[in-house]
């Protein structure tokens, strides 16, 4: 009862307490050391009672694994129908750019990487890399590890063996359905095997196999688990030694070339009382803090800061909710804003990394080609009518 009613008078102490701060010439030492010990008091009464309480939302259904974005080029003004020279477009498309536009990408993380607080899963994977094939119009092949309510030291235990599975697998064949005309579509493989959606023939599929050797990208989703354990020792240098000794060896498996992508979680928008929310947003903060400290002493680890307040913000006034129903995980849109925004971030250090990395300037000098033997075959064809 004791827990509950300090919950309950935590946003009216917060209060008292931020006042406290902005007038520090009232502050005495002691009234400061009552504050302090009150707030810290209040935190820990708080993360008990929620950790009491909790509800675990389900998993999400669906269970995809691993997919392939596909991204393909073709005439706005045709999206109707495909003439007999764009199909030849694409199947000589396939054939010749296969291996400059395929990317490979993991997703290792916690909850995030599972979806908990959607419906259907995997969003957070998917989406990533379907920003990622738009933006370097490039086809992307992606694989999702994630544990749920995982730690770094969980999240190392469990995903190294899959990681060398997804290097030693070939390219799933299963690109069998009726080729459509639009800019993009993708092909997500459940885990008893099913094709959910392709877009080429299976001719096409089967001149595009290539195995998946190299791995381009990893994007590591974790902290929050851990920061959760803080109260057991899990200090951030706790979390420092972790992620240094996972990402050691998760790098040691996918190569020298990989780039390994740390994005930092974002907590603002949670539900959480307060003053438990702005404690947990700090204690991110120095969490995150020890992922860009990281990735200044390697050059192949990249940080991504939180997306700009701006981007929530605008969100919200767009959908409403972006946060589930446990006030902690994000919902459908939630996960949609953050995964477009750390595809947009890895795109732009590819193309910064290597401007050959966009799509268009690869594909320009054989567009021109193609273009080329299009208009003799269409005036071929005319000639013939007549």
């Known amino acids: 009862r004791l827990v ?33 010990a009150g707030a810290g008091g209040l935190v820990c009464a708080q993360t008990a009672y929620l950790q009491s309480t909790y509800v675990p939302l389900p998993r999400p259904s ?115 359905t009726a080729q459509t005309s639009g800019l993009h579509a993708s092909m997500v493989v459940q885990q008893d095997g099913s094709p959910v959606a392709t877009t080429r023939s299976m001719a096409d ?31 951030s240098k706790v979390f420092k030694q972790d992620l240094h000794n996972f990402i050691a060896d998760l790098k040691a498996q996918v190569g020298e070339e990989c780039i390994i992508f740390l ?14 929310k702005t404690a947990a947003v700090r204690l991110s903060q120095i969490f995150d803090e020890e992922k860009r400290c990281m990735a200044t002493q390697q050059p192949w680890i990249h940080f991504i800061p939180k997306p700009a307040i701006e981007i929530w913000r605008k969100a919200k006034e767009r959908c409403g909710e972006i946060v589930a129903g446990d006030g902690v995980h994000p919902n459908e849109e939630g996960y949609k804003v953050f995964a477009e925004y750390i595809g947009q971030e890895m795109a732009q250090l590819f193309r910064k990394l290597d401007p050959a990395a966009d799509g268009n300037r690869q594909a320009a000098p054989l567009q021109r080609m193609l273009s080329s033997v299009i208009s003799v075959h269409q005036e071929i064809r005319q000639v013939e009518v007549r």
Request: net charge positive; glycine share 6%.
């Open 263 to 276: 994005p930092a979680i974002p907590l603002e928008e949670t539900r959480l009382p307060e003053p438990l």
């Open 205 to 235: 599929a089967q001149l595009s196999k290539q195995p998946q050797v190299k791995v381009d990208a990893v994007v590591v989703l974790c902290g929050l688990n851990d920061l959760k354990r803080i109260f057991m020792g899990r200090t």
């Open 62 to 176: 669906g269970g995809a694994t691993h997919g392939v974005e596909l991204w393909q080029e073709s005439n706005a003004d045709q999206h109707s129908s495909f003439s007999e020279e764009q199909s030849l477009v694409e199947r000589l498309r396939s054939t010749r750019e296969v291996s400059t536009r395929r990317r490979n990408v993991l997703i290792i993380g916690d909850s995030l990487v599972v979806g908990i607080g959607c419906k259907e899963a995997p969003v957070m994977p998917q989406i990533i890399c379907k920003r990622l094939a738009n933006l370097l119009k490039v086809d992307v092949s992606w694989k999702a590890l994630g544990v749920n309510g995982g730690d770094v030291r969980t999240i190392h235990k469990n995903v190294l063996e899959t990681v060398k599975k997804f290097q030693s697998e070939q390219e799933d064949a299963l690109h069998s």
């Open 4 to 36: 509950k009613v300090t919950v309950d008078c935590g946003r009216e102490i917060y209060q008292e307490m931020s006042l406290s701060w902005r007038t520090l010439k009232f502050v005495t030492p002691k009234r400061l050391a009552s504050v302090v």
